[in-house]
């Protein structure tokens, strides 16, 4: 149809829809939630085209009111969309770890803002595994909450960084006052630093209402140009000293930006990552050994050469760059143990027939014992079919499985072993053997993805 000849109520429609489709790219990403400035603003705005499609003026005409109709459906489609990613349950489940971050530092950050730098093993061991609970998050792909994901993250690993760093900080020096005038400076420079420290763990966490990044900047710039300022000629230790507290000044200073990073969509949209696809190919390489292990009906002969195959692939994994991402590094986590599982498949397999080769010796062995080997000959069957499983927890063959690991756990716990210390080690390898077969397949239907 010729533009010109639209009538004018077409025209505004099409005008509208355009401004939709633009505030439609901020809907799709949005990470935050309800109470953001953003979802109001985002929603003021969809909102207002709502009213401009309600105002144009159909006179009547069906293709009119059906192209309203549609503007409507579409702009309103968004303001759903906008809601359910503000509430989605894995939105809010990544709030409240990150409410328990903030809590923690709250806690924990005292010492920093009285110029000390102590780190309790509590700080330490309640980030790492707010780290650890922020990866396993399920996002099912949604950009919206891999963003909000990863935003988290990187605030939550900065800080853990931060406190890294803190703990392995061990200057040269500092000198006492007496050594020279510049050295009581250094020093105060160095406490104030450590304050800096506090009040920019409290800024990525956002627990301070008394700071802001700028006023950080120039703090921590102030603190240079204070160092900058000392004679130290002809020191060369204090001269060292100086040093290393300009670099921890510079270490802070980096994390400033994160905020702008975080918001890159190569920074947390995996799919394309170099690392990720490398795990990818060492994950497609392994199961080319799996097919062929589990296909190949006398495996005997692939034992050795699969193994080395597979003990090469976890040195290619060991090479993987993390580049500090969480996300990676789970993602290579996860790698690790699928090939360690074939591997102790194969382990497992080349033990029982080994035993079957020395049938005097086996009829031998303490009724026990071989109790544990029967439990183990079962559990080898079993791990077979948990490597070859591809479902979910609402399969019954799940079901099946996880009851099969389980009987076998409780066979495991009525063996007595009567005092044999043979007996003691090998049920207590099973027993580990049957709880890792189970995290295996526990691990396999999390839907986990990066």
């Given at each position: 149809?010729?533009?010109?000849?639209?009538?004018?109520?077409?025209?505004?429609?099409?005008?509208?829809?355009?401004?939709?489709?633009?505030?439609?790219?901020?809907?799709?990403?949005?990470?935050?939630?309800?109470?953001?400035?953003?979802?109001?603003?985002?929603?003021?705005?969809?909102?207002?085209?709502?009213?401009?499609?309600?105002?144009?003026?159909?006179?009547?005409?069906?293709?009119?009111?059906?192209?309203?109709k549609?503007?409507?459906?579409?702009?309103?489609?968004?303001?759903?969309?906008?809601?359910?990613?503000?509430?989605?349950?894995?939105?809010?489940?990544?709030?409240?770890?990150?409410k328990?971050?903030?809590?923690?530092?709250?806690?924990?950050?005292?010492?920093?803002?009285?110029?000390?730098?102590?780190?309790?093993?509590?700080?330490?061991?309640?980030?790492?595994?707010?780290?650890?609970?922020?990866?396993?998050?399920?996002?099912?792909?949604?950009?919206?909450?891999?963003?909000?994901?990863?935003?988290?993250?990187?605030?939550?690993?900065?800080?853990?960084?931060?406190?890294?760093?803190?703990?392995?900080?061990?200057?040269?020096?500092?000198?006492?006052?007496?050594?020279?005038?510049?050295?009581?400076?250094?020093?105060?420079?160095?406490?104030?630093?450590?304050?800096?420290?506090?009040?920019?763990?409290?800024?990525?966490?956002?627990?301070?209402?008394?700071?802001?990044?700028?006023?950080?900047?120039?703090?921590?710039?102030?603190?240079?140009?204070?160092?900058?300022?000392l004679?130290?000629?002809?020191?060369?230790?204090?001269?060292?000293?100086?040093?290393?507290?300009?670099?921890?000044?510079?270490?802070?200073?980096?994390?400033?930006?994160?905020?702008?990073?975080?918001?890159?969509?190569?920074?947390?949209?995996?799919?394309?990552?170099?690392?990720?696809?490398?795990?990818?190919?060492?994950?497609?390489?392994?199961?080319?050994?799996?097919?062929?292990?589990?296909?190949?009906?006398?495996?005997?002969?692939?034992?050795?050469?699969s193994?080395?195959?597979?003990?090469?692939?976890?040195?290619?994994?060991?090479?993987?760059?993390?580049?500090?991402?969480?996300?990676?590094?789970?993602?290579?986590?996860?790698?690790?143990?699928?090939?360690?599982?074939?591997?102790?498949?194969?382990?497992?397999?080349?033990?029982?027939?080994?035993?079957?080769?020395?049938?005097?010796?086996?009829?031998?062995?303490?009724?026990?014992?071989?109790?544990?080997?029967?439990?183990?000959g079962?559990?080898?069957?079993i791990?077979?079919?948990?490597?070859?499983?591809?479902?979910?927890?609402?399969?019954?063959?799940?079901?099946?499985?996880?009851?099969?690991?389980t009987?076998?756990l409780?066979?495991?716990?009525?063996?007595?072993?009567?005092g044999?210390?043979?007996?003691?080690?090998?049920?207590?390898?099973?027993?580990?053997?049957?709880?890792?077969?189970?995290?295996?397949?526990?691990?396999?239907?999390?839907?986990?993805?990066?």
């Amino acid at each position: 149809m010729d533009m010109g000849n639209q009538h004018p109520s077409i025209k505004r429609l099409q005008e509208i829809q355009k401004e939709v489709k633009e505030i439609e790219q901020q809907v799709v990403v949005f990470s935050g939630l309800s109470t953001d400035p953003d979802y109001k603003k985002l929603e003021r705005s969809l909102t207002k085209q709502l009213f401009e499609i309600d105002s144009v003026d159909t006179e009547g005409k069906g293709d009119i009111q059906q192209a309203r109709k549609r503007a409507a459906q579409e702009t309103e489609r968004l303001l759903k969309e906008l809601e359910q990613n503000a509430n989605h349950p894995r939105r809010l489940e990544i709030e409240a770890i990150f409410k328990e971050a903030q809590s923690l530092v709250e806690r924990e950050i005292t010492p920093f803002y009285k110029g000390g730098n102590c780190i309790s093993d509590e700080f330490e061991e309640g980030i790492q595994d707010i780290v650890l609970r922020l990866t396993q998050v399920k996002t099912g792909g949604k950009v919206s909450l891999r963003k909000a994901r990863y935003r988290t993250l990187t605030k939550v690993c900065a800080v853990q960084e931060i406190i890294e760093n803190c703990v392995k900080q061990q200057l040269s020096l500092p000198l006492s006052n007496e050594a020279h005038p510049s050295v009581s400076k250094i020093n105060s420079v160095m406490c104030d630093v450590n304050k800096a420290r506090g009040t920019l763990i409290a800024l990525l966490m956002g627990v301070s209402s008394n700071d802001t990044c700028r006023h950080l900047s120039c703090v921590l710039t102030g603190l240079i140009a204070d160092l900058d300022a000392l004679d130290v000629c002809g020191h060369t230790e204090i001269r060292n000293y100086r040093k290393e507290v300009v670099e921890e000044i510079n270490k802070l200073q980096k994390y400033l930006d994160l905020e702008e990073e975080a918001n890159s969509t190569h920074a947390y949209d995996l799919a394309q990552n170099q690392s990720i696809l490398k795990i990818e190919e060492i994950r497609k390489k392994m199961k080319e050994v799996n097919s062929l292990l589990l296909k190949t009906e006398n495996a005997s002969d692939l034992y050795l050469g699969s193994k080395a195959e597979l003990q090469g692939l976890i040195a290619h994994l060991d090479e993987v760059s993390l580049g500090k991402n969480p996300c990676i590094r789970e993602a290579r986590r996860r790698a690790v143990i699928e090939v360690q599982a074939l591997i102790t498949y194969i382990d497992l397999k080349e033990a029982l027939e080994k035993r079957q080769m020395y049938p005097e010796k086996t009829a031998a062995e303490h009724q026990s014992l071989k109790a544990v080997w029967t439990v183990l000959g079962n559990l080898s069957q079993i791990q077979q079919e948990v490597i070859s499983f591809d479902g979910n927890r609402t399969d019954k063959n799940y079901m099946r499985l996880e009851e099969l690991l389980t009987k076998q756990l409780l066979a495991l716990d009525a063996v007595d072993p009567q005092g044999d210390e043979r007996c003691k080690a090998a049920r207590k390898q099973a027993v580990k053997l049957a709880q890792n077969i189970l995290y295996y397949l526990d691990m396999k239907t999390d839907e986990w993805e990066y």
